[in-house]
């Protein structure tokens, strides 16, 4: 599993090979253009002010020139055969003596005079036409003029008179020193500056085998003032972009982190807005690091808290019940003693009076017992009820055994009326023993007295449910509803004394039962489930 500080390293590791990558590709393909088109633009910039200050002053005396010994200018007046030079070390005057060549500087000079800019077209035309011959000719009559023959001859083209001027003041001697390539090579470097710009010039010797070989190589010496005007244009653009990459890669780790727990707190809201701690959906945390962690435990937590929730509510809803099963029991129950003990008292004052036919006590006291014994059955069945709902004891019970058992109580009965009793296949049920014989005792005991003399009562046993069907009797429609409500009878005559169907449901409720009773055609069918209790734990 990667830890969010694993994954906080790599993301840190990332960024920075991303800034290093945006840096070194800077410096590599950006930074060398952005020189090249600052030196070329500074160059332009420094041709144009030595033209408009030579302009101004007619001397490079008070100029700052970016190469010296190189730089010069050239003024043709607009009549006239001389022609002036300077630079920062000499003035030049050039006159020119030849006829051909003052007929080609007045063509010159009426060429400059035409010549016209046009605006956006980038190059200069002039309206002066000259073929290629033309000017090739013209061409080789120069390069004629000025050959070596006739420069020196008393007919020079030209007459030159210069006048030099010193470098005193203008180089300063910055530095030197000797690089050894070999023990016959070495290369002298010396540097000078002007005072804004330096100059180095390389000197290479070697001993050769037939004498002494020298290069002198002389080149502008760079500086840190060429670069930084690139880097300090450039720096809004690099601070542009590296706060754009740091906002875009915070932007996804911060989601990387934040997101899920955001959607830790939407699921904490779907469970605190869900009913029993059941969220719609769950969400899969599976990011494998510390949040993934808290979000599998969270879910796990609310999975055991959902659990409890429903198994408390189920209890709560049981409780409920029996709350309300009790209080109506009860009150059923009291209303229901109320019959045999006014009976009772009645029949006692009676005889202890000697009131008309209750003198004959012998007659009276064995309904007073009847009275009686009707009351303790009452009373038994209420603590029955209660005992054994809160003294459960499951076993594995053969359905079959207990029926068989159960008959034999009801032989007599079944034999008198002429019952005809079949009972076919077996099974076994996960039970407490005395609760699953209060129940078939009470479904066999219905069956029995309410079946005719002379019909049949079908039992039939199997591993998923136990089914009594009796013959030649049906309930009435008017209760069934509450066939399971307590001192409901179909027999009028014993109306108001009908526990058997309600313990019976009470204790299949207990155990996790289902008891069904409906009408067949000419018959009543009771049926126990008990498919899910099958097994014992």
Known sequence: MMGLSKKTFLYSIAIAAIMT?????????????????YVMKNNLKSVVDLQEGYRAEGSYDNLTVQNPSSTFSVKIPGKGNEIYAAGKFFQMTITVQDEELQEMLDTFRDMMESMEYREGAGSVFTNTE???????????????????????????????????????????????????????????????????YGYTTYVAMSHDKDGFLMTVLPAMTPHMGEIRPVVMESLPMIASVIFLLVLLASRFFSGKIVNPIIRLADYAESIRASEGFEPDEKIPFDSGDEIGALGSALQELYGELSAKYQELSQKNKTLAQENERQEVFLRATSHQLKTPVAAALLLVEGMM????????????????????????????????????????????????????ELLGNYQVQIEERGLQVSLRGSGRVCADWEMMKKIVDNIL????????????????????????????????????PGIFEPFVSSDESRKGKGLGLYVAAYYSRLSGFKLEVENMENAVQTKLIYVKERVCC
């Not at 990558?21 to 020189?35: D, K, Q, T």
């Not at 003029?145 to 001697?173: C, D, H, M, W």
């Not at 007295?449 to 013959?471: A, C, H, K, M, S």
């Open 353 to 404: 009076n000697e009131v008309g036919k209750y003198k004959n006590v012998k007659a009276y006291l064995p309904e007073v017992k009847n009275q009686l014994l009707s009351m303790r059955k009452i009373v038994e069945d209420i603590l029955y009820l209660n005992y054994h709902g809160e003294n459960m004891r499951k076993e594995s019970l053969s359905v079959e055994d207990l029926l068989r």
């Open 21 to 37: 990558a945006f840096i070194i590709g800077y410096f590599v393909l950006m930074l060398p253009s952005l020189y090249v088109d």
């Open 445 to 480: 005991s219905n069956a029995v007295q309410y079946t005719p003399e002379g019909e049949r009562i079908e039992i039939g046993v199997d591993e998923r449910e136990l089914l009594i069907r009796n013959y030649g009797t049906v309930i009435d429609q008017k209760l069934l």
């Open 130 to 196: 000259m073929s290629d011959d033309e000017a090739f000719r013209i061409w080789e009559q120069i390069r004629e003029k000025f050959s070596t023959q006739n420069l020196i001859s008393e007919s020079a083209p030209v007459t030159v008179q210069l006048e030099g001027r010193g470098s005193e003041g203008v180089y300063r001697e910055e530095y030197s020193k000797i690089h050894m390539l070999s023990e016959e090579s070495f290369v002298f470097e010396g540097g000078v500056s002007d005072g804004n």
